[in-house]
């Protein structure tokens, strides 16, 4: 992992964090312009509701969108959650 990786990666997780997502259920890596980021999604602290489908939708597409803002040299975030289908930023929670 080169340096900048590195550098993407912590900055992927202070996102994370500040939005109150638990990173210790994630993994997180980066290869050239993509983050994937992988693993089981939960809240922790803050008002999100683990059972309520449609703010977590709301609180990760504006994570998402922080995330883009933030990482300028970023073009792709690969999100492979389990129980959530994520694709171009549309969110569905899995039966």
């Known amino acids: ?3 900048k990786d590195w550098e ?3 900055t992927v997780k202070q996102v994370l964090t ?3 997502i638990d990173t210790l259920q994630l993994k997180i890596s980066t290869v050239k312009d ?3 980021i992988k693993g089981k999604l939960n809240f922790k602290g803050g008002k999100i509701e683990a059972n ?3 703010i977590i939708i709301q609180h990760m597409r504006k994570t998402e969108r922080e995330l883009k803002r933030g990482l300028k040299e970023v073009k792709h975030i690969k999100w ?3 129980g959530w289908d994520v694709r171009h ?3 569905r929670k899995m039966s």
């Open 80 to 82: 492979d959650l389990e």
């Open 18 to 20: 500040k939005n109150h």
């Open 8 to 10: 993407i990666n912590n």
């Open 1 to 3: 992992m080169s340096k």
């Open 34 to 36: 993509s983050v994937n």
């Open 89 to 91: 930023n549309h969110w």
């Open 52 to 54: 309520d489908e449609l």
